[in-house]
């Protein structure tokens, strides 16, 4: 099909620019959850279609802006494609996009499998609280939100080895609430 894209990166880094087309999942395959299509915003972040319900919008999941590499870390790092206009010249990564907390930040509250506890994610961090006072500074956390928001913090449940993964990737601050 000529549609004026090139295929630009295959399972490879590559410079992520806006108006990128990434698909996660081999050809002919199903990737199943990990599969998914997205378009890059700017040089990290890209618009995607997702059932997650850590995304912010509810058990049914919807469309999300979002850190490319966090979410693809997230999902184990599936085979992906990235696809860029042929004579796309205006390209920039300081387009205009929506930049409300609700959109450009993940921010949601998760437990781990057999764990013990409630994590928090502020969309640069995992954060856990400690201490004797720790729930109510968790719960003071999560009035916050929805009073700012309008909504309830987003939940989700990660797997021993999702979470294995994620906290490579943003180690776990202990704040103490004594």
């Known amino acids: 099909m000529d549609n004026n894209y090139e ?30 299509t997205g378009i890059a915003v700017d040089g990290q972040n890209w618009i995607e279609c997702t059932a997650w319900y850590g995304g912010g919008n509810g058990p049914e999941g919807g469309v999300i802006i979002s850190n490319h590499d966090q979410r693809w870390a997230m999902c184990e790092q599936p085979y992906f494609y990235v696809y860029r206009l ?44 400690t201490g004797k006072n720790a729930k109510a500074a968790y719960d003071h956390y999560v009035g916050t939100y929805k009073a700012i928001m309008g909504k309830d913090l987003p939940n989700q449940i990660k797997t021993e080895a999702q979470f294995a993964l994620w906290a490579k990737l943003y180690p776990v601050k202990y704040i103490p609430f004594n």
């Open 86 to 129: 042929k004579d796309n010249t205006n390209q920039s990564n300081d387009i205009n996009y929506p930049t409300t907390k609700e959109n450009s930040k993940m921010i949601y509250a998760f437990a781990v499998e057999n764990g013990t506890g409630t994590l928090l994610f502020d969309g640069q961090n995992t954060l856990a609280f």
């Open 7 to 36: 295929l630009i990166a295959e399972n490879t880094e590559w410079q992520m620019k806006a108006q990128d087309v990434i698909i996660w999942g081999r050809k002919g395959e199903s990737a199943g959850a990990g599969g998914h």
